[in-house]
Every structure is written in structure tokens, then in C-alpha cells.
């Protein structure tokens, strides 16, 4: 069991970190949740959602945490119990705000004062807010791998920028994913009021849902960023092929007449200048002027 409890005149905040059967009995025995929202607790994902009851609510979030290995943000899910006088946070650790505001209320009794000395509510404002907040950084950081991209868009090593554009925007995705739930969810808690929570909240939960809000949009213009510039690398690459193609479609035309010409002087035959001993010299003189002849025409059609 990993079961953590601080209380704070009548609140009391129990964390439950990566949970286990145990400690689900745990809750059966000190709380009257409904069957359903325990199984909701031990399953591995659930989409973000309040399920409403008459003194309490459940509410399933998800927050980005970067995978440094795999280089993508995967979410993280936060489910939350919160009544009259008790707030119950489950996740899996991986949270820094959640666990340092935890840690926090646990050592210092000034933070304990500043976070729970007001109502259920207001502590689950401020654990709402801290993972929020929690967003910005990770945003920051994609953020700065655009505008690398961008700085590199006109570079030579083109198969690196597909690569770290495709990177970006499969990052992109995964953040969208994660926070566009998120804002249906926060604005419930704002826009309704709960008699058991004791506390008009709508405007601390509509700060936090302006945040949320405020990413969301970022991350839609971050998406046409990163399509205009997948867009940028594609034409980039299509000229750069087109003019490969041109200087090799050149060469190839160049040498057609004069393999026909070598062609010709190579046959077991009689041929024009076969008993003059310069005759290579002439040949190799007409292959110049073809040569010169076809680039000055090509220049003069501007297709060099």
C-alpha cells in the first residue's frame, strides 16, 4: 500500500500513489464510494470525466509528462474523490507539482495553512492549478523545437529536418490529445456549483480553465506552424529533386548524339576518314561543337 494522509483542522487529503487492491479496501472501508468508480481507479486509462453523486465526485484527468525516452508526451491520469471535508488524489507518481504540493502541506504547517485551511474545494483549485501550470514547460519545450526547425528549414541535411519535424509533430498530437479532454472537464467545475463543497469557486476554477484554454489554443497554432513547414521541407526537397533531375536529364541528352557518333566510328565498316591518320582529331573536334552547340542552346532556352 502506498496510502499517504495529512489532515488540517477538518479536511483531510489522502494521496494514493501507482494503486493497488489493497488500496482500494482501503477506501471501501473509510469511504462510501460506488463500486464502479473503484473499478475506475484500478483500470490502466480512463477518459477524463466527472461522474457527479449527492456529497461527492469523482473526476478522471489526464497531464502530459515527457518520455524522454521515446520523445513523446504521454499522459498521465489523476483520479480524484473530493467531498465536504476530504479530497482523495490517485496517480502514478509521475507528477512533480502534485507530489511536491503533497509534500509540501505534509512538512510545513504554513503550507498546510495556505492549501487546506480553506475548504475541499479550494485544495482541489490548487492542485488543479499546480498541474496546469505544470503544462507550460512542456509546451515551452516544443515550442523551441519548432522554432529550431525553422532556423534549419533552409539547410542542406534535409532527411534530419523530416525526421525532427515528424518528431514535433507527433508530439503535437499527443499534447492535443491530452489537454482538449481536460477543458469540458474544468469547465463543469466552474459553471456549476456544489452545495457540499461549502465555497463559490466558479472563479478560481475559470483562472484554471483559462490556462487550459490558453494552451489549447497555442498548440492549434503550433499545428499550422508545423504543417506550413512540413509544407516548406516538401517544396524544398521537390526543388532540390527537380534540380538534380534537370542536371542529369541534361547530361543525358549531351551524351546521346555523342554515343551515337562513337557509336557509329566503332562498326567493323568502312567509314569517311578511316585512312586519315588525324581523324580522331576531327571527331573529337565534332564532339565539342555538339557539345558547346546543345549547352548554348539550352542556355538561350533557359533551361540551364
Keep these: 500500500m502506498s496510502i499517504q494522509t495529512i489532515s488540517h483542522g477538518k479536511l483531510t487529503w489522502v494521496s494514493i500513489e501507482r494503486p493497488i487492491p489493497q488500496d482500494v479496501d482501503y ?68 507528477l512533480k507539482p502534485l507530489l511536491g504540493l503533497f509534500g509540501a502541506c505534509e512538512s510545513d504547517e504554513v503550507q498546510r495553512e495556505r492549501y487546506m485551511g480553506r475548504s475541499a474545494g479550494h485544495l482541489l483549485y490548487q492542485v ?67 452545495d457540499f463543497l461549502h465555497e463559490d469557486l466558479d472563479v478560481y476554477f475559470g483562472d484554471v480553465a483559462d490556462a487550459v484554454n490558453r494552451i489549447s489554443d497555442v498548440l492549434e497554432d ?27 536529364t541534361t547530361i ?12 557509329i566510328y566503332g562498326m567493323n565498316i568502312d567509314l569517311p576518314l578511316d585512312e586519315y591518320p588525324w581523324a580522331w582529331v576531327i571527331i573529337f573536334g565534332v564532339m565539342v561543337f555538339i557539345v558547346v552547340g546543345m549547352l548554348t542552346y539550352f542556355r538561350r532556352k533557359s533551361w540551364l
Design 27 to 94: 477506501l471501501k472501508e473509510h469511504y462510501d464510494f460506488h463500486p464502479l468508480d473503484y473499478e475506475d481507479v484500478l483500470s490502466k486509462i480512463q477518459r477524463p470525466k466527472i461522474d457527479e453523486y449527492e456529497d461527492y465526485l469523482f473526476i478522471v484527468m489526464h497531464f502530459p509528462v515527457y518520455d524522454k525516452a521515446r520523445s513523446i508526451t504521454t499522459p498521465s491520469e489523476v483520479d480524484i474523490f473530493i467531498g465536504a471535508s476530504y479530497l482523495v488524489t490517485i496517480h502514478d507518481g509521475r
Design 128 to 194: 488543479l492549478d499546480k498541474l496546469v501550470d505544470y503544462c507550460f514547460p512542456i509546451l515551452d519545450r516544443v515550442v523551441d523545437n519548432i522554432e529550431e526547425i525553422e532556423d534549419q528549414a533552409f539547410g542542406e541535411d534535409v532527411r534530419a529536418m523530416v525526421r525532427d519535424i515528424s518528431v514535433v509533430r507527433r508530439d503535437l498530437i499527443a499534447l492535443r490529445r491530452i489537454v482538449k479532454p481536460q477543458i469540458l472537464v474544468i469547465a463543469n467545475l466552474e459553471h456549476k456549483d456544489r
Design 222 to 248: 503550433y499545428k499550422e506552424v508545423v504543417e506550413g513547414l512540413s509544407d516548406t521541407i516538401a517544396t524544398l526537397t521537390s526543388y532540390r529533386i527537380n534540380e538534380v533531375m534537370r542536371v542529369l
Design 252 to 263: 543525358s541528352v549531351i551524351l546521346l548524339p555523342l554515343s551515337l557518333l562513337s557509336g
